[in-house]
């Protein structure tokens, strides 16, 4: 049994940014998921609370507050990635990288932010084993993602790990909430709608990212 009752699971995506104006497909694919999953381990029902976020450092700060106050059994950021080919899964998140202006044109004070928790640490990581949870995903994901192929010819698999969070708000929000939990919080970058799944495909594939997150989590509350 957990030790706390946590029944609540919070996935984010952002809302339009340049190059994104017309549509994010971060949120197309976030607000479509269920509203709610069941750990297969504990029968638990989770509601998944379903939030936009605005291209905004402030707005960005204000919900990562607001969102962890629920004590949430997990937190999953999604963003949109241009140059994706397949949904990625980031291990880790930068400091000291913000130079870009946000939706409102402002600039984060030194390219920096300092942590609640962790102070002006440069890098934080997953507490999550983004390896395999890849691995689980992935051979999964057979039906749920249309037959693609890149410009080698190489059949794409549905996610990847990944190092490369950026340093915009998709590196920011990220973050922030692994200052709060790294073992409770994940991003994961998805593609262009289309480019190469449409949205319900990206969509599922979150789905069973959150699935197999719950999976480790439980595993991991049975050796407490």
Not at 58 to 86: F, M, N, Y
Not at 151 to 175: E, P, Q
């Amino acid at each position: 049994m957990m030790s706390v009752e946590r029944k609540l699971i919070v996935v984010t995506g952002f809302g339009p940014f340049l190059g994104h104006e017309e549509v994010n497909a971060s949120w197309e694919a976030v607000k479509i998921l269920p509203d709610e999953i069941i750990d297969q381990e504990t029968k638990t029902i989770f509601k998944i609370q379903k939030q936009m976020v605005a291209v905004e450092y402030a707005a960005v700060d204000e919900t990562v507050t607001e969102i962890w106050k629920r004590q949430p059994e997990l937190v999953v950021h999604v963003g949109v990635s241009g140059i994706a080919k397949c949904v990625y899964v980031e291990k880790l998140a930068y400091n000291h990288q913000f130079r870009r202006p946000d939706n409102t044109g402002q600039y984060l004070s030194g390219s920096t932010c300092c942590l609640a928790v962790n102070a002006k640490a440069n890098v934080l990581r997953c507490g999550l084993n983004v390896d395999k949870i890849v691995e689980a995903v992935n051979a999964t994901c057979d039906e749920c993602v249309a037959p693609s192929r890149d410009n080698n010819d190489k059949a794409l698999t549905a996610t990847k790990a990944s190092k490369n969070v950026g340093g915009f708000l998709c590196g920011y929000i990220y973050l922030k909430s692994l200052d709060m939990d790294k073992k409770r919080s994940l991003f994961v970058h998805v593609p262009p709608i289309d480019k190469p799944f449409n949205t319900a495909q990206t969509s599922s594939i979150v789905y069973n990212i959150i699935a197999e997150c719950m999976r480790q989590l439980n595993c991991d509350c049975e050796k407490d």
